[in-house]
């Protein structure tokens, strides 16, 4: 059974930083694309930043390119993602999600991940 599990969420003043983990299990890690997604109360859910596990290739939302850092680690089966200044505009529910699709704006738009983790909440206070 695939399972992804995210960790790390938290409260943090605006500025500060976080790293949230999802931990795989029941796949091959290699060979998938890890997707971060962010959905904030009444919004939709929107792509952060993906990582592509065989080449370790990412990508980054423009919101998030050069505060956020997307890692893996194939020995722990576990992607990780660091979030630095955090804004409050970043407060939201953060899920992890992992498929054979493209990590790039397309992939994280409109590719199908068919593994969910169940989300960790960012609450980033002013």
């Known amino acids: 059974e695939v399972q992804l599990v995210e960790s790390g969420g938290g409260l943090v003043q605006a500025g500060g930083s976080l790293t949230l983990s999802c931990a795989a299990s029941?796949?091959?890690?290699?060979?998938?694309?890890i997707g971060w997604f962010h959905q904030a109360p009444g919004k939709e859910r929107e792509g952060v930043s993906c990582?592509?596990?065989?080449?370790?290739?990412?990508y980054y939302a423009d919101s998030v390119k050069g505060r956020f850092t997307v890692s893996s680690d194939s020995a722990k089966n576990t992607v990780y993602l660091r979030m630095n200044s955090l804004k409050s505009e970043d407060t939201a529910v953060y899920y992890c999600?992992?498929?054979?699709?493209?990590?790039?704006?397309?992939?994280?738009?409109?590719?199908?991940?068919?593994?969910w983790g169940q989300g960790t909440q960012v609450t980033v206070s002013a």
């Open positions: 999600a992992a498929d054979h699709v493209p990590c790039s704006e397309y992939g994280l738009g409109y590719g199908s991940f068919g593994s």
């Open positions: 029941g796949f091959t890690f290699d060979d998938y694309t």
């Open positions: 990582i592509r596990t065989t080449d370790g290739s990412t």
